[in-house]
C-alpha cells in the first residue's frame, strides 16, 4: 500500500514551490500591453529587484531560463578571445565555463574539487596577472549540484585593486542566503525566477554596475542580449525585447511583495539558515555509528542556506522508496562521483518547518522500510533545531 496521495512535497532544487497566492496572481487574462497599469506594475518590479539584490545600479530581464542568462552576461561582457577566471567547486559553475567557452572566452578555470574556493588563491593567481589580461572573475554564490556556498565578500577582498569585474551567479541563492551587491562590490549578479523567487520558470535577470556599464558593447553583444537597452528601457517591450511576459510579471510582483514586504529578507535568510541547520542535524544523527551518511560539506560555513547535500548509500533507491510511498521529491545527486549514492535536500523558496519535517521523516522511513542503516534520532535532532527561537 502506498501512503503517497495528499499533497505533494517537492524538495527539489528548482523549480521550487510555487504559494498558491503567486499561481493565483498570475492566473490573469493579458490586459493591454499598452496600457499604463501594466507598464506601472513592470516599473515596480524592477524596482523590487533591485531592492532584493541590494543594488542602485542597472537591471536587465530577459524572457528565459538561467541559461539564458549566463549567455546574455557572456555576450554584453566579453569579446571573442577575452580572458575569463572562472571559480569551479559544483557541476553549475563547470557548466557556465563550458558555456563561455563555446562563446569564444579564454576561460580558465580555479578548480577547488567539491570545497569552496580559497581567497588566497584568488589573490595569488590575480597577482601575478600584472597586465590585466583577466576581464572578469566568475563565481557562482551557491553551486545548487555540491550544496557549496561562497563567500562572496572574502572572494571581493581577495580581488583587491584588479580592475576584472565580479561576476556572480545567484541563481540558487538570491532570495535564500545574503547578498547586498552595491555594498558587497559585486559588478554583475545573475539570477532566475524559478528558486528563492518563488515563481515559475522562465525570467531571468541581470543586475550590473555602472562600471560595468561604462565598458559599453563588445563584439558579442548582439541586439536581443544587449542589456543596455534593456536597462534603460523606457517602453514595455523594450524592457523584455518584445512582448512582455504578462503572467509571470504578475506572480513577480506577488512573490517579491511576499519576500520583502511580508515576511522581510532578514526573516527570509534566517528560515532559510534555520531549515538548512535542521536537515544538517538530521544528517548528522543519520550518519552516527558508522553508517558513511553524510554531509557532503564538512565545514559549516560553507554549506548552503537552500539546498543540502548528502552522501548516503542507497540514496537511489531511497528516493524512489519516498516518492512511490510519501509523495516525497528529493533532488538527484548532480555531477556526484557516485550519483546513485547522493541525494539533495532543497530547502529553497517557498518552504517552511512542516516540509522539511515532511522531507527527513519520509527519508526516515524509506531508511527503515529499505534497511539503510542510521544512527537513532534524525527527527529529534531537526525538531531541536526548529524549536530553537530564530
Ligand atoms: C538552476 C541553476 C542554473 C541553471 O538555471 P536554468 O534555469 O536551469 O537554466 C545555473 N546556476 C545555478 C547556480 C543554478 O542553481
Known amino acids: 500500500m502506498s501512503l503517497a496521495a495528499g499533497r505533494p512535497v517537492i524538495a527539489i532544487p528548482g523549480p521550487s514551490p510555487v504559494p498558491d497566492r503567486v499561481l493565483a496572481a498570475a492566473h490573469r487574462a493579458s490586459p493591454d500591453i499598452y496600457g499604463e497599469e501594466l507598464a506601472e506594475l513592470n516599473l515596480q518590479v524592477v524596482a523590487q ?12 530581464p530577459y524572457i528565459g531560463n538561467g541559461h539564458a542568462a549566463w549567455e546574455a552576461a557572456g555576450a554584453n561582457l566579453f569579446n571573442p578571445g577575452d580572458q575569463a577566471l572562472t571559480l569551479t567547486f559544483g557541476h553549475f559553475g563547470r557548466s557556465w565555463a563550458q558555456q563561455m567557452e563555446a562563446m569564444g572566452v579564454a576561460v580558465e578555470r580555479l578548480d577547488s574539487g567539491n570545497l569552496p574556493v580559497d581567497p588566497d588563491r584568488l589573490a595569488q593567481r590575480l597577482a601575478r596577472d600584472t597586465a590585466h589580461a583577466i576581464k572578469a ?4 554564490q551557491i553551486d545548487t549540484a555540491t550544496g557549496v556556498m561562497a563567500d562572496i565578500p572574502a572572494l571581493r577582498d581577495a580581488m583587491g585593486d584588479h580592475p576584472a569585474l565580479l561576476v556572480v551567479d545567484a541563481i540558487a541563492s538570491l532570495g535564500c542566503a545574503p547578498m547586498m551587491m552595491d555594498d558587497w562590490g559585486v559588478d554583475v549578479l545573475i539570477s532566475a525566477s524559478q528558486k528563492g523567487m518563488m515563481c515559475p520558470p522562465g525570467t531571468s535577470f541581470l543586475w550590473f554596475s555602472d562600471r560595468t556599464a561604462a565598458r559599453g558593447r563588445t563584439q558579442l553583444t548582439t541586439p536581443y542580449w544587449d542589456w543596455h537597452s534593456r536597462a534603460h528601457a523606457e517602453a514595455l517591450w523594450r524592457f523584455w525585447g518584445g512582448t512582455p511576459p504578462v503572467q509571470q510579471i504578475f506572480a513577480l510582483d506577488e512573490a517579491l511583495r511576499m519576500i520583502l514586504d511580508e515576511e522581510g529578507i532578514f526573516a527570509v535568510w534566517a528560515r532559510h539558515a534555520a531549515l538548512a541547520r535542521a536537515v544538517w542535524a538530521a544528517v548528522d544523527a543519520w550518519g552516527e555509528g558508522g553508517t558513511g551518511i553524510r554531509l557532503a560539506v564538512g565545514d559549516p560555513a560553507a554549506r548552503a542556506s537552500s539546498v543540502t547535500a548528502i552522501i548516503l548509500p542507497g540514496a537511489d533507491a531511497l528516493r524512489a522508496w519516498v516518492t512511490a510511498n510519501c509523495g516525497v521529491t528529493l533532488g538527484v545527486g548532480l555531477g556526484a ?3 546513485e549514492n547522493v541525494l539533495r535536500v532543497a530547502h529553497m523558496g517557498h518552504s517552511n518547518a512542516a516540509m522539511i519535517l515532511a522531507a527527513l521523516g519520509a527519508m526516515q522511513a524509506g531508511m527503515t522500510a529499505l534497511g539503510i542503516p542510521c544512527g537513532p534520532g534524525g527527527l529529534d535532532a531537526a525538531a531541536r533545531v526548529l524549536a530553537e527561537p530564530a
Open 137 to 140: 572573475v566568475m563565481v557562482c
Open 49 to 60: 529587484l533591485k531592492r532584493l539584490a541590494g543594488t542602485q545600479a542597472n537591471l536587465a
Open 337 to 339: 562521483e557516485q550519483p
